[in-house]
């Protein structure tokens, strides 16, 4: 961050937040997957940003969490006015069935998956 203070002329700091879906902030419950000391390392010192899905209840879930709720304050979920179900377990099960994920992501994405056969499937 001293590069970016020294070109805004100032005291910045720079903080990292996780971006996830709801279906990511449920997999928190998933046994063995995730430790609470993940948890509470990821959501107490970072926290993170969940786009609800449709059919997810992030607010009821994080109550459920006995971490999650400890951090709630450090927990923002972003309400879209429009849902969008499209999520990158989405675009990857599409682009590794050979489906179209035009309109899903922007061009260059789609290029870029498409030039380096990413998520193609391996026989």
């Not at 910045?12 to 390392?41: K, M, Q, Y």
């Not at 459920?64 to 979920?77: E, F, P, Q």
Request: proline share 3%; glycine share 8%.
């Amino acid at each position: 961050s001293s590069g970016i203070n020294a070109e805004y002329g100032g005291d910045c700091s720079i903080v990292t937040t996780l971006v996830c879906g709801a279906d990511l902030l449920e997999s928190f419950n998933v046994p063995g997957l995730w430790s609470n000391e993940d948890i509470e390392r990821i959501v107490g010192r970072h926290g993170l940003v969940v786009i609800r899905r449709s059919g997810s209840d992030p607010d009821k879930f994080i109550f459920g969490h006995d971490v999650l709720y400890k951090y709630r304050a450090n927990i923002m979920i972003a309400y879209e006015p429009i849902n969008n179900d499209v999520s990158s377990t989405v675009i990857r099960r599409l682009a590794s069935r050979g489906l179209s994920i035009r309109y899903l992501v922007p061009d260059t994405v789609s290029d870029y998956i498409k030039s380096n056969r990413l998520y193609e499937e391996t026989s």
